[in-house]
């Protein structure tokens, strides 16, 4: 029970100071949110008058907010409530939203701590989304936007994308989305590095080659049926892993691109592994030149001429994220675009 004047325990409690309160252990939603307003209120600043009211009328709203996400989504993480640490996090993100008073950065902020919540060990996950809900509030709705496009480009792979009207609504949902914030300026990029967000890489790669590297079963020119013809007589199950060519359906390439989805399949089939590799080298074989793809995917998805143009022209096609710029990217994405996988897919 909290009392901020009084501090009394029974058995199998615990006690945590800030000015005074008292948590017994096997904790409900009511008491979660009763030791996070605490919280707020024993560590912030006193201000004065109307400040004051708005500052603890948004400490509430975002509170009640993130409490009801966590009882949505991640029930059984309410024993955090109990953690040092987490406890900082909760505080650092209501002062955050209370400050600002930006209802998009309270859902973000929200988002972060209920992954955080989850993260029992001090490990590399746990120490980015510490860090995350601490430069979310400096980032604009642009900076956002920057690297939730990125995300998508540079590291999520759509798996179950099986035709071009898929890639296309793939490409406009997630990608497009975010394009109108990207910026010819280098003061954008300067700052999302200064941030701990991003890094420069030495390589450069723009928009078309990355969505070739992710997609690539849309960009083969496709084989004979002479070459089909010829793999099946080394094994008829062979068939299993061919398809019409997306490009020319009078030739044929493989059905799926990735190693890892050929592997499976493999196996599933019983196909040896040296024929898929013979399947996926005939159908590199008739890979697209990059002038090629950037052309392909204009004629199929037109909005992104525009989105070529305005990314290949900055340090767009040098950026990277860091841990910290994945995990604001990936809460971002989910809000946006509804992105349900785990941020530990690319910080293990």
Same mark, same amino acid.
């Given at each position: =029970?909290?009392? +901020?004047?009084?501090?009394?325990?029974?058995?199998?409690?615990?006690?945590?100071?800030?000015?005074?309160?008292?948590? @017994?252990?096997?904790?409900?939603?009511?008491?979660?949110?009763?030791?996070?307003?605490?919280?707020?209120?024993? @560590?912030?600043?006193?201000?004065?008058?109307? &400040?004051?009211? *708005?500052?603890?009328?948004?400490?509430?709203?975002? !509170?009640?907010?993130?409490?009801? %996400?966590?009882?949505?989504?991640?029930?059984?993480?309410?024993?955090?409530? +109990?953690?040092?640490?987490?406890?900082?996090?909760?505080?650092?993100?209501?002062?955050?939203?209370?400050?600002?008073?930006?209802?998009?950065?309270?859902? /973000?902020? &929200?988002?972060?701590?209920?992954?955080?919540?989850?993260?029992?060990?001090?490990?590399?996950?746990?120490?980015?989304?510490?860090?995350?809900?601490?430069?979310? #509030?400096?980032?604009?709705?642009?900076?956002?936007?920057?690297?939730?496009?990125?995300?998508?480009?540079?590291?999520?792979?759509?798996?179950?994308?099986?035709?071009?009207?898929?890639?296309?609504?793939?490409?406009?949902?997630?990608?497009?989305?975010?394009?109108?914030?990207?910026?010819?300026?280098?003061?954008?990029?300067?700052?999302? /590095?200064?941030?701990?967000? !991003?890094? +420069?890489?030495?390589? &450069?790669?723009?928009?078309?080659? $990355?969505?070739?590297?992710?997609?690539?079963?849309?960009? *083969?020119?496709?084989?004979?049926?002479?070459? =089909?013809?010829?793999?099946?007589?080394?094994?008829?199950?062979?068939?299993?892993?061919?398809?019409?060519?997306?490009?020319? @359906?009078? +030739?044929?390439?493989?059905?799926?691109?990735? %190693?890892?989805?050929?592997?499976?399949?493999?196996?599933?089939?019983?196909? #040896?592994?040296?024929?898929?590799?013979?399947? /996926?080298? !005939?159908?590199? @074989?008739?890979? =697209?030149?990059?002038?090629?793809?950037?052309?392909?995917?204009?004629?199929?998805?037109?909005?992104?001429?525009?989105?070529?143009?305005?990314?290949?022209?900055?340090?767009? %096609?040098? =950026?990277? $994220?860091?841990?910290?710029?994945?995990?604001?990217?990936?809460?971002?994405?989910?809000?946006? !675009?509804?992105?349900?996988?785990?941020?530990?897919?690319?910080?293990?």
């Amino acid at each position: =029970m909290i009392n +901020k004047r009084s501090q009394s325990s029974g058995d199998s409690s615990l006690n945590i100071q800030t000015e005074v309160m008292n948590i @017994n252990s096997g904790l409900s939603i009511s008491h979660v949110r009763e030791l996070a307003l605490e919280v707020f209120d024993a @560590n912030f600043h006193r201000l004065s008058g109307v &400040a004051r009211e *708005v500052a603890e009328a948004r400490a509430r709203e975002f !509170t009640d907010h993130f409490i009801a %996400q966590l009882s949505k989504k991640a029930p059984d993480a309410l024993e955090s409530a +109990k953690d040092p640490d987490f406890q900082y996090a909760i505080f650092h993100a209501q002062k955050s939203y209370v400050r600002a008073g930006d209802r998009q950065l309270g859902s /973000i902020l &929200a988002d972060i701590l209920v992954d955080r919540a989850q993260k029992k060990e001090r490990d590399l996950v746990q120490l980015c989304l510490n860090e995350a809900i601490s430069v979310a #509030p400096k980032l604009s709705r642009a900076h956002l936007d920057i690297l939730a496009c990125r995300f998508h480009l540079a590291y999520f792979q759509k798996e179950d994308i099986t035709n071009v009207e898929e890639l296309v609504a793939y490409i406009n949902d997630n990608i497009l989305t975010f394009s109108g914030s990207i910026a010819e300026s280098e003061y954008d990029y300067d700052y999302l /590095i200064y941030a701990g967000c !991003t890094r +420069k890489a030495d390589n &450069a790669y723009n928009a078309s080659q $990355l969505l070739r590297s992710k997609y690539p079963m849309f960009f *083969v020119n496709g084989f004979s049926r002479g070459q =089909m013809e010829l793999l099946e007589r080394e094994n008829p199950k062979i068939a299993n892993f061919i398809i019409p060519c997306f490009q020319d @359906n009078t +030739k044929f390439q493989a059905r799926v691109m990735t %190693q890892a989805q050929m592997n499976a399949l493999a196996k599933d089939i019983g196909v #040896p592994q040296t024929l898929v590799g013979k399947l /996926i080298h !005939t159908t590199v @074989n008739g890979n =697209m030149e990059e002038y090629e793809c950037s052309n392909y995917l204009v004629s199929i998805c037109p909005p992104l001429k525009e989105f070529f143009d305005k990314s290949g022209r900055g340090s767009f %096609q040098r =950026m990277e $994220l860091t841990g910290v710029g994945l995990a604001i990217a990936h809460a971002h994405s989910r809000l946006i !675009t509804g992105l349900n996988t785990d941020l530990s897919n690319w910080l293990n």
